[in-house]
């Protein structure tokens, strides 16, 4: 995932969140680990299928929304 905007502004602490993936209604249990200052690695507790370069992954610490990133193939 690219260009993560957050909402408080600074990337969450925490990497245990959840994260929806496109515009479907299923969230999921990931890690998230930062990779440099616009990348971030995402791995899913689950497959997913239909994940595409382009849409957007929006991240969850329970019911707080953080923000929302680009998902992309680098």
Known sequence: V???NWL?????TNTDLQVKLRHGKHIYDCVVVQLDATR????LAQDDQGIAPGQFAVF????ECLGAGIISNE
Not at 8 to 12: D, L, V, W, Y
Not at 40 to 43: A, C, G, I, M, R
Not at 60 to 63: L, P, R, T
Request: some cysteine.
């Open 60 to 63: 969850y610490e329970g019911q």
């Open 2 to 4: 690219s260009d993560c």
């Open 40 to 43: 971030w690695q995402v791995t």
């Open 8 to 12: 408080t502004g600074i990337a969450p």
